[in-house]
């Protein structure tokens, strides 16, 4: 089968290669799944699971990617809940191949289905951002109505869906990022937008909740921005700066079906509107991500037309 694989972790994107690989096989209580759409994180790159196992030796060359959209088109010894034929989405192992290939194996518990009017590129755009901003935002922490949440890169993947699940749970958001992000992060239902680059963060006075998906100076300004007993959840490791009465969050997603489908189910009924930026084919999908231009969104793969 056709795979995006990396095998020099010094060679960053330029180190991506469109290659044939084995076909994966269905382990015990795997899905194999039919590809359609893949999401990317270009992060992944830099992710210590993308070159060693989790006993640590090297396991290059790795297949990318960890977010799909398709088919179930085998099942593994003792799965049960999905079958055969059925349209899946989720987010698989950061240890195992990925999902930028033509098939992949999926263990079936981080994978639900995908409903039929919810097509595979949406399908595939939503697993890691859609999670991340639930986990951080009710699994984590408990968002309450009436809270203050300052929702860093408010125009990005995972900031667009903190900036709308906070939203309909009856906060009040102010987003931020760069100057041309402004209309973006409104639009996705922020009642502020706070420039990064050019106005001060320390204007909008504290906050009930920061989700940080930036890190470094930005995750220190904000750590003095939370109330007291308030909460800073980052998703760039743990903070270097603590609120002083406070509460500090850092995770890594996970998968988890019955939030994919309460994430999905939005998105079905418009509560929840996907934030896809470039579009490209599993043949072109090295092109793409070496592009220098400002990622406006999702990066997807449609694996299949
Ligand atoms: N722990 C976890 O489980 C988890 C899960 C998902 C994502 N993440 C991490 O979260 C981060 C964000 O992921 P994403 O997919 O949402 O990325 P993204 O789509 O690129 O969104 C990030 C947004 O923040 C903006 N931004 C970054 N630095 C900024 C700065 N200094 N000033 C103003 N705006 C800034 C970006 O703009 P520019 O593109 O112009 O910089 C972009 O609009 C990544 O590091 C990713 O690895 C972690």
């Known amino acids: 089968m056709k795979a995006i694989v990396v095998t020099d972790q010094a060679a960053g ?22 590809v359609h759409a893949s999401g990317f994180v270009p992060t992944e790159l830099a992710w210590p699971s993308t070159w060693a196992d989790r006993l640590g030796r090297a396991r290059a060359p790795t297949i990318l990617g960890h977010e799909l959209a398709g088919v179930v088109i085998a099942l593994g010894y003792g ?3 999905l079958s055969v034929g059925q349209r899946v989405f989720g987010l698989t192992d950061w240890y195992r191949d990925g999902t930028l290939a033509e098939c992949a194996a999926v263990e079936a518990r981080n994978l639900a ?20 901003a639930w986990q951080g935002l009710f699994a984590h922490r408990r968002l309450q109505p009436g809270h203050s949440v300052l929702a860093h890169g408010a125009a990005g993947a995972v900031g667009s869906m903190v ?5 309909e749970f009856g906060a009040y958001v102010i987003g931020t990022g760069r100057a041309a992000d402004r209309e973006k992060a409104l639009d996705f239902g922020a009642k502020e937008f706070v420039d990064l680059d050019n106005d001060a963060l320390g204007d909008i006075g504290k906050v009930d909740l920061v989700f940080d998906v930036i890190g470094g100076d930005v995750g220190k300004r904000s750590a003095g921005l939370i109330r007291t007993g308030g909460t800073l959840v980052s998703v760039v490791g743990p903070p270097e700066t603590r609120p002083a ?4 969050v850092d995770f890594v997603v996970e ?20 934030n896809i930026g470039n579009i490209s084919t599993l043949e072109d999908g090295v092109t793409a991500f070496n592009r220098r231009e400002r990622r406006n969104g999702k990066m997807i793969i449609r694996v299949r037309p």
């Not at 900036?163 to 939203?167: E, G």
């Not at 998968?255 to 996907?274: F, H, K, M, N, Y």
Request: glycine share 10%; net charge negative; charged share 25%.
């Open 79 to 81: 799965t049960t809940g």
């Open 113 to 132: 289905p995908l409903p039929g009017d919810v097509d595979f590129t949406a399908g595939a755009s939503l697993p890691i951002s859609g999670l991340t």
């Open 245 to 248: 009465e406070g509460v500090t």
């Open 163 to 167: 900036t709308q699940l906070a939203c």
């Open 13 to 34: 994107t330029a180190g991506m290669k469109l290659t044939e690989r084995p076909k994966p096989q269905a382990a015990i209580t795997d899905v194999l799944v039919e």
């Open 255 to 274: 998968s988890d079906r019955a939030q994919l489908s309460e994430i999905v189910q939005r998105v079905r009924d418009g509560r929840l509107r996907t």
